[in-house]
């Protein structure tokens, strides 16, 4: 027996995870509970550590780097910097044949040309994020949809930048009228495609998608579409965004 086999058998159960059943630390969720079987809840909590000194030693167009003095546990300080960013969203646009639209196009820190989602900052402060998506999607990828749902809302590099990202699903996707967005820089060169879903997750795990938003959203889609509730079971495209609050 490999051990793939050993990992099949032993230790994920199947039908637990259809149902949402207990988890391999012994909690049951059956219920709905977000809580292990010590109690914890399982979910990110605002906390803030003592800061002695903060300076802004860069402020580029739209980020910059801030630098601060953090009390540690153990009583004593130490330096941390990082990059303070307005905040993004970002967009899966699901076709009615579970193809997912993605773009080509060059990032240079990595001297790469990557398949991503659609994205974009936000660029007022307070900015609705669903108003910003939806003006991405049609700068983009000159696409428009009908249904808005939020995937799943994370910090993009929480040990290295401040920057909070929502991704949201759009389905029931239609071509935009009126004219085209006048591309710019690197936008200039954007290739699109569609792609099904299983063959996104596929190339994922053969280390051929490196872009992490379009990693985190194809894996968020693929766990929503397989797992209880399917896609209704997502929140609605209005729901609160602690990291980046916001007026309806």
Same mark, same amino acid.
């Given at each position: 027996?490999?051990d793939q086999d050993t990992f099949d058998r032993d230790a994920f159960d199947r039908d637990a995870f259809d149902r949402g059943g207990s988890g391999s630390d012994g909690s049951d969720r059956r219920d709905?509970?977000?809580?292990?079987?010590?109690?914890?809840?399982?979910?990110?909590?605002?906390?803030?550590?003592?800061?002695?000194?903060?300076?802004?030693?860069?402020?580029?167009?739209?980020?910059?780097?801030?630098?601060e003095e953090v009390r540690m546990p153990d009583g004593g300080w130490a330096r941390r910097d990082y990059q303070i960013h307005p905040g993004s969203v970002s967009v899966l646009a699901l076709d009615d044949?579970?193809?997912?639209?993605?773009?080509?196009?060059?990032?240079?820190?990595?001297?790469?040309?990557?398949?991503?989602?659609?994205?974009?900052?936000?660029?007022?402060?307070?900015?609705?994020?669903?108003?910003?998506?939806?003006?991405?999607?049609?700068?983009?990828?000159?696409?428009?949809?009908?249904?808005?749902?939020?995937?799943?809302?994370?910090?993009?590099?929480?040990?290295?930048?401040?920057?909070?990202?929502?991704?949201?699903?759009?389905?029931?996707?239609?071509?935009?009228?009126?004219?085209?967005? /006048?591309?710019?820089?690197? @936008?200039? /060169?954007? /290739?699109?495609?569609?792609?099904?879903?299983?063959? $996104?997750?596929?190339?994922?795990?053969?280390? @051929?998608?490196?872009?992490?938003?379009?990693?985190?959203?194809?894996?968020?889609?693929?766990?929503?579409?397989?797992?209880?509730?399917? $896609?209704?079971?997502?929140?609605?495209?209005?729901?609160?965004?602690?990291?980046?609050?916001?007026?309806?």
């Amino acid at each position: 027996m490999d051990d793939q086999d050993t990992f099949d058998r032993d230790a994920f159960d199947r039908d637990a995870f259809d149902r949402g059943g207990s988890g391999s630390d012994g909690s049951d969720r059956r219920d709905g509970s977000d809580r292990d079987g010590a109690g914890r809840r399982i979910a990110d909590v605002a906390e803030e550590w003592e800061v002695r000194g903060s300076t802004t030693p860069f402020q580029g167009k739209v980020t910059g780097v801030r630098s601060e003095e953090v009390r540690m546990p153990d009583g004593g300080w130490a330096r941390r910097d990082y990059q303070i960013h307005p905040g993004s969203v970002s967009v899966l646009a699901l076709d009615d044949q579970q193809r997912v639209l993605i773009l080509r196009q060059y990032r240079h820190p990595v001297r790469q040309r990557l398949w991503e989602l659609p994205a974009g900052l936000l660029d007022v402060p307070g900015e609705n994020p669903l108003h910003a998506a939806q003006r991405e999607l049609y700068e983009e990828a000159h696409c428009k949809a009908g249904t808005w749902r939020v995937l799943v809302d994370f910090y993009t590099s929480p040990g290295g930048t401040d920057e909070a990202l929502r991704l949201f699903l759009a389905t029931d996707l239609a071509e935009a009228e009126g004219e085209r967005y /006048e591309a710019h820089g690197e @936008e200039l /060169e954007i /290739e699109t495609a569609r792609v099904p879903v299983a063959e $996104l997750v596929r190339l994922i795990h053969a280390g @051929e998608l490196h872009n992490p938003t379009l990693i985190t959203g194809t894996l968020a889609l693929h766990a929503a579409l397989t797992g209880p509730g399917g $896609l209704d079971a997502l929140r609605p495209a209005d729901s609160p965004w602690p990291a980046r609050p916001f007026e309806a």
